[in-house]
């Protein structure tokens, strides 16, 4: 009773929501006050599949739903951003039967990392991906291995695993566990040495000596061994090879495959989604197809004219890891450039931290971009970490007032990335500013 209770109040709020044009968690926080053990509650007539992650977890979700759709089956999946508990039950009471049955061919769920304990005590996934661990957002949830332990913690014995070969953080997780490795072997972008301030994983998780490395894809992604106990990347189940990033093609498994965003960490994580679907019982020709015709969404990456020059707007997330590889691919853009630098949490109740800027390799830009533009209500905190980069003042501007930025871009030549790390999803504030 209670349980149907949860259902009709929640759908009614949600129903209410939408109609005020406001999409929040709230019908799933009143339904677990109603019915704690909601989610314990529901039946599955599918399997589900859960994504966790510090990087790439709501894109991979994307895309193993949209595969799966593709192949014609059913799917249920949380709505970006919707990764905590009430999110989770906000989506799940949505697509339930009144009596409490889910009776889609698959739920895909993005979780997570802290909340995958709360979430999987109730419930038990099939297959369960992790796409890496990295330090992120490290006030809210600790260092990587806080959060190791948390989603090891929550791994039941039966859980098929995905695990990403080239992170010898994430790649241990639950040693007994049945589980499937992907990766990505060396391309024409590998490292010999890392290139990046951030490397999480210096020494062996398992001996602490020193760990080596064939090449590097990024940070402490990549070929890795250690010559003390042996711990390496393992063979992998699904290799990713012959990555072309321009024409954004690739082969997994020795089979064509392509991505329209043409970014390492997209490689990867459709890599991952493939791995996922084919272990949910899609042939891998199959996966590879459907994952081929996932795009992107344009809130995440998007070109535009910008008063006659050319913009591209990135969403990156506000770790070191994610914001230096939108570093990355404006540097491997061949055009002359200005970065617009966006970093937005202030007021943000999770979490106001900006020591991640001091981990970001922003040394990089010096000398290979026309000018960098300080820019967000944390304009000054940039220009901070900037100026202790060893930047010269007239090598950046820090400009605090959206108002003005139109006129410092103006002054400046080139293409203009705008690389947008906020806490709000308010970008589109910063592009109108620059129209
Ligand atoms: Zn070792």
């Known amino acids: 009773m209670r349980f149907l209770l949860a259902v009709l109040v929640g759908r009614l709020i949600r129903f209410a929501g939408r109609f005020s044009g406001r999409a929040t968690n709230l019908p799933g926080q009143v339904a677990l006050r109603i019915c704690p053990d909601f989610l314990g509650r529901l039946r599955f007539d599918g399997k589900i599949i859960a994504v966790t992650g510090s990087n790439g977890k709501t894109t991979t979700t994307n895309i193993i739903a949209h595969t799966l759709r593709q192949a014609g089956y059913t799917v249920a999946i949380n709505e970006e951003g919707s990764n905590l508990t009430a999110g989770v039950a906000t989506t799940l009471l949505s697509r339930c039967t009144l009596g409490g049955r889910m009776p889609q061919d698959f739920v895909v769920l993005e979780v997570d990392e802290r909340y995958s304990p709360l979430i999987f005590r109730e419930m038990t996934p099939d297959i369960f991906v992790v796409t890496n661990l990295f330090r992120d957002q490290v006030v809210r949830n600790g260092n990587p291995d806080i959060v190791f332990e948390k989603i090891e913690s929550a791994i039941a014995p039966s859980v098929l695993l995905v695990l990403n070969g080239d992170d010898p953080i994430s790649q241990r997780l639950a040693p007994r566990n049945p589980r499937v490795y992907f990766g990505m072997e060396r391309t024409d972008r590998s490292f010999d040495r890392s290139q990046f301030l951030t490397h999480d994983c210096k020494v062996c998780p398992k001996c602490f000596h020193r760990l080596g490395y064939r090449f590097y894809h990024y940070n402490h992604i990549g070929g890795f061994h250690c010559d003390f106990c042996g711990y390496q990347t393992p063979p992998l189940d699904f290799a990713a090879d012959h990555v072309d990033f321009a024409a954004g093609r690739f082969q997994i498994n020795g089979m064509p495959a392509r991505v329209t965003y043409r970014t390492i960490f997209h490689f990867m994580n459709t890599t991952a ?39 591209v707007l990135m969403l990156t ?114 592009l109108e500013a620059l129209k």
């Not at 996922?276 to 015709?293: M, W």
């Open 273 to 311: 989604a493939v791995a996922a679907c084919v272990q949910a019982g899609l042939s891998l020709e199959r996966a590879i197809a459907g994952a081929a015709t996932f795009s992107v969404s344009r809130v995440r990456y998007d070109e535009m004219d910008l008063c006659g020059r050319k913009g």
């Open 317 to 430: 997330k506000q770790n070191s890891a994610s914001l230096d590889q939108s570093i990355s691919f404006a540097l491997e853009q061949p055009e002359e450039k200005i970065v617009v630098l966006y970093v937005n949490n202030v007021l943000y109740t999770e979490n106001k931290d900006i020591s991640w800027l001091y981990d970001v390799t922003f040394e990089r830009l010096r000398g290979r971009v026309n000018s960098i533009v300080c820019s967000g209500n944390r304009a000054c905190d940039i220009g901070v970490r900037l100026r202790l980069g060893g930047f010269a003042p007239e090598e950046y501007q820090v400009v605090e007032d959206l108002g003005r930025i139109k006129d410092a871009v103006g002054q400046t030549g080139g293409a203009v990335y705008i690389l947008a790390a906020s806490a709000f999803g308010d970008e589109d504030g910063i």
